[in-house]
T-cell receptor
Framework: GQQLNQSPQSMFIQEGEDVSMNCTSS?????WLWYKQDPGEGPVLLIA?????ELTSNGRLTAQFGITRKDSFLNISASIPSDVGIYFC????????????FGTGTRLTIIP | DAGVIQSPRHEVTEMGQEVTLRCKPI?????LFWYRQTMMRGLELLIY????????DSGMPEDRFSAKMPNASFSTLKIQPSEPRDSAVYFC?????????????FGDGTRLSIL
């Protein structure tokens, strides 16, 4: 089946730093979604991308749909303590648009 | 607006016992998904429903797992008998239509521990 690999697996940064993470797939995706999961809660959608090359922002977050359609990137500028959590990329599986495959996640920790 | 509501939030039980997890999707949403999250395997889709009908249960680990959606506002995931390896966080999510362009809204999950 499809696999989505995220890197890095974890990040330790200081408040105020910018963050970059990416997600790569073994196959082409037509939609890329980025979710964030806070401790003890379910994932929440941050950004959705629908077209190759698309660059979309949501506040301090910016995500890009890679030209090859096999990757996507998420950047967070000027990180703050509430950015702590696990970030997941996701996309529809091969077997139907309803099913999402989730990436392995990037755990972000902010050092005070 | 109420989001996806799951109960219980935590469940601790002995192996062999029956476990029932409950989910109330967002009103008006037509698709419902059950996921399992573990450190080793990440977030895995178990089963999903469209308009109360199970569409794909290929992610259900084995026959000990079953899910139902008797109406548009309620779904259950049952494990019988439970085993320690079933310990995980189980999430329910709902979406407006059966289209991945629609965001899935997740509940806060049920943390299940089987002793």
């Amino acid at each position: 089946g499809q696999q989505l690999n995220q890197s890095p697996q974890s990040m330790f940064i200081q408040e105020g730093e910018d963050v970059s993470m990416n997600c790569t797939s073994s196959s082409i995706f037509n939609t890329w979604l980025w979710y964030k999961q806070d401790p003890g809660e379910g994932p929440v959608l941050l950004i959705a991308l629908y077209k190759a090359g698309e660059l979309t922002s949501n506040g301090r977050l910016t995500a890009q749909f890679g030209i090859t359609r096999k990757d996507s990137f998420l950047n967070i500028s000027a990180s703050i303590p509430s950015d702590v959590g696990i970030y997941f990329c996701a996309g529809p599986s091969n077997f139907g648009n309803e099913k999402l495959t989730f990436g392995t996640g990037t755990r972000l920790t902010i050092i005070p | 607006d109420a989001g996806v509501i799951q109960s219980p939030r935590h469940e601790v039980t002995e192996m062999g016992q029956e476990v029932t997890l409950r989910c109330k999707p967002i009103s008006g949403h037509n698709s419902l998904f059950w996921y399992r999250q573990t450190m080793m395997r990440g977030l895995e889709l178990l089963i999903y429903f469209n308009n109360n009908v199970p569409i794909d249960d290929s992610g259900m680990p084995e026959d000990r797992f079953s899910a139902k959606m008797p109406n548009a506002s309620f779904s259950t995931l049952k494990i019988q008998p439970s085993e320690p390896r079933d310990s995980a966080v189980y999430f329910c999510a709902s979406t407006l239509t059966a289209n991945s362009n629609q965001p899935q809204h997740f509940g806060d999950g049920t943390r299940l521990s089987i002793l």
